[in-house]
């Protein structure tokens, strides 16, 4: 056990990490200072106290959350992935933040927001798509390509967002899309659960590497060369947090 222990002392940070840590490059900085809404002018010291305390505090939330759950680091197990899933939606709800989904959207909304024609509009939720490692199995922004190009030749122009006649028309066309693809505005939430279903193997397959890794690096040492390699999955990271 001493081998584990002391073998996985990085993986078991990086876990520990994760669930806060991920969120840096997509949550707001209104997100974390709570004051950012009110009309007191914050100095920079006292603001970057406020940030400081409150990502601390979601910190210690999912922490408390981790402690109490058992992660079973096996990405083949269905049951292990989905078990996974819920834990780290019980860490985003209890430390109130974002679901990849959200972070999407929110990313949609300020790249987007200045944005004037529909071309553009959909060449940058393409960007947003490829930076997110997400793909588009379906085909459908070809699809929806396709159907811009109908409306703005009937509209001999580029189609503006502020054209509300014109963009009622895409809109229309879309719907035609989604219809076509079997998407239902209903069943949203299936597909973001399966989404987060892929990012919960996804980030089980990163820390089961780490653990091999970490434990080979380990075994190259003097002191555990004639330890055996555990699997990830025996080992209950509750006892590395």
């Given amino acids: 056990m001493a081998f584990s222990l002391r073998a996985l002392s990085k993986s078991r940070q990086l876990y520990a990490n994760r669930a806060i840590l991920q969120q840096e490059h997509a949550v707001p900085f209104r997100f974390f200072a709570k004051e950012a809404g009110r009309p007191t002018v914050l100095k920079g010291d006292e603001m970057l106290k406020n940030i400081f305390l409150e990502v601390k505090k979601k910190f210690d939330t999912a922490m408390e959350v981790l402690r109490a759950e058992k992660i079973t680091i096996d990405p083949e197990d269905p049951a292990a992935v989905t078990h ?38 959909l060449l940058t939720l393409k960007e947003i798509r490829i930076k997110r490692g997400l793909t588009d199995e379906l085909g459908a922004e070809a699809m929806m390509m396709d159907a811009l190009e109908k409306v703005e030749k009937d509209l001999k122009k580029p189609l503006m967002r502020n054209d509300k006649k014109g963009m009622a028309v895409l809109l229309a066309e879309f719907d035609k899309i989604n219809k076509k693809l079997g998407i239902r505005k209903e069943d949203l939430p299936k597909y973001e659960e399966q989404l987060e279903l892929k990012i919960a193997k996804a980030q089980l397959e990163e820390l089961h590497k780490e653990c091999y890794e970490a434990m080979d690096t380990q075994k190259k040492r003097e002191e555990f060369k004639d330890e055996d390699v555990i699997e990830p999955k025996s080992l209950d990271i509750r006892n590395f947090i």
């Fill in 84 to 121: 996974y899933a819920k834990v780290m939606k019980t860490v985003r709800e209890k430390a109130d933040l974002f679901s990849e989904s959200q972070r999407i959207q929110y990313t949609i909304q300020t790249k987007t927001q200045d944005i004037p024609d529909a071309r553009t509009y």
